[in-house]
């Protein structure tokens, strides 16, 4: 099966059920339950592959890490290891996440508007390659840590960059009015005091301007400022960060990484000698996801609505409920049947914004049908709960006709593992 919204490895068996890495999808639910993530490993490792060769063979000092917001695993991050990707970490859960994936350690950027001192200091213990500094504050706690152990940190300070992306406001970062980074006209004083502190470098400049970003001119024009700012302050690394969109929707054409490369590298080509840094999380395993669930009730509302009510919803994807996101969805045993219908895949939690996919099309669908949405791979898993305490889905990861469990279906157990008796 060719759509642009489905892992790279998706097929057809003989049964006529979906497949990831040449596992069924429905078998999968008989042995792992729903709701279940399903990753496709070749659609990692592609895409890491992709951003790897196609951003070198333009501009060969490039370093490409993986933004384990979008997917935080001990499984996920050692595949995205093994690529040569570094990460980004924005919390000392996510830096412990890849330093149990054997990452190295000079690859990890860490990042947050509001590092705490405690996770400043477990930066400085496993050795991470930068500290990305947001504001004046966080300087001064670094500086603090650092005076403290004695150990260098080396530094990139983000800034603002007052760039307006096309996207949702929320995933929106780069423009005036955001709590992200250094406005422009207070870097000569915050590199100022990056100079005065003992064991503090200045190795460069970040900024992010949003996610799931379509067009190309944001991230040009972030470039050509960022590389304003590394001759003004005579600094060696440029980081972008990350945000290139990814199709949804079967119609959707996302950018292509070989043309973004061509677009980034082309402003830097010849005008600079610094190390280029690029941030990608959604790219990377966006489409590498599905989620699978199965559908307990069907509530028809004649001439309003038809729901079809599945077994999670807004706690493992919170996605329609903050943003308003659009997915799209197969039946896992049928996923070629005509979609001649309209329906709203609804969750089963006690809130009714609770909705995985509104209006959207799939063919007729009964209780115990297996549904698959699409396109879940990114800011899914990352960003579920416990809300009405239900457990988490279980996450495999299928390459080669086998899923390997890399997180574990959550148990009542674990729900009260931290409530005092
Ligand atoms: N670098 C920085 C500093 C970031 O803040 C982010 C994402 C990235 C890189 C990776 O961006 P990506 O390539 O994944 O677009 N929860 C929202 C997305 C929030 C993105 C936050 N920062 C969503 O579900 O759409």
Do not use: W
């Not at 996510?94 to 149990?100: D, G, M, P, R, S």
């Amino acid at each position: 099966m060719k759509m642009a919204n489905l892992p790279d490895s998706a097929g057809i068996n003989d049964k006529g059920h979906l497949e990831i890495g040449g596992c069924d999808l429905v078998e999968l639910t008989k042995e792992f339950g729903t709701p279940l993530y399903v990753l496709d490993e070749r659609t990692i490792r592609s895409r890491c592959r992709d951003y790897v060769k196609c951003f070198r063979a333009e501009y060969p000092d490039t370093e490409v890490i993986f933004a384990s917001k979008a997917l935080s695993t001990v499984g996920v991050s050692e595949i995205v290891a093994s690529e040569g990707l570094g990460f980004d970490v924005s919390s000392g859960g996510e830096l412990y996440t890849v330093i149990k994936a054997k990452a190295d350690p000079q690859k990890i950027y860490f990042h947050g508007n509001n590092k705490s001192l405690k996770e400043l200091k477990e930066g400085l213990e496993v050795g991470v390659g930068r500290f990305v500094v947001d504001n004046e504050y966080e300087l001064a706690n670094l500086e603090k840590v650092t005076n403290e152990s004695g150990m260098r940190a080396d530094i990139l300070i983000r800034v603002n960059p007052g760039i307006e992306a096309h996207t949702h406001e929320f995933v929106q970062t780069g423009r005036v009015d955001s709590k992200f980074g250094a406005p422009l006209d207070q870097l000569d004083e915050l590199v100022g005091r990056v100079k005065k502190t003992k064991l503090i470098g200045l190795k460069g400049f970040h900024a992010h301007i949003g996610s799931q970003i379509f067009d190309s001119a944001p991230f040009v024009a972030v470039t050509k400022l960022l590389l304003d700012l590394t001759k003004k302050y005579d600094t060696e690394e440029i980081n972008i960060g990350g945000g290139l969109g990814i199709p949804y929707l079967a119609g959707e054409t996302a950018p292509v990484i070989a043309d973004f490369a061509g677009q980034i590298t082309g402003v830097l080509k010849g005008k600079t000698e610094a190390k280029l840094i690029l941030e990608p999380g959604r790219s990377i395993v966006g489409t590498a996801g599905i989620t699978l669930y199965t559908v307990g009730v069907v509530r028809d509302i004649p001439g309003v609505r038809k729901y079809l009510i599945v077994d999670g919803g807004m706690s493992d994807n919170p996605r329609f409920i903050l943003y308003g996101a659009k997915y799209e969805a197969l039946l896992a045993g049928k996923p070629e049947a005509e979609k001649t219908e309209t329906v709203t895949v609804a969750g089963r939690f006690c809130e009714s914004g609770d909705i995985v996919i509104k209006d959207g099309k799939l063919p007729p669908a009964q209780v115990g049908d297996i549904i698959a949405v699409l396109a879940t791979g990114a800011y899914n898993y990352s960003m579920a709960s416990n809300y009405n305490r239900v457990p988490r889905p279980a996450m495999v990861i299928a390459s080669r006709s086998r899923a390997e469990l890399v997180v574990k279906r959550e148990t009542y157990e674990d729900l009260i593992a931290n409530d005092s008796q």
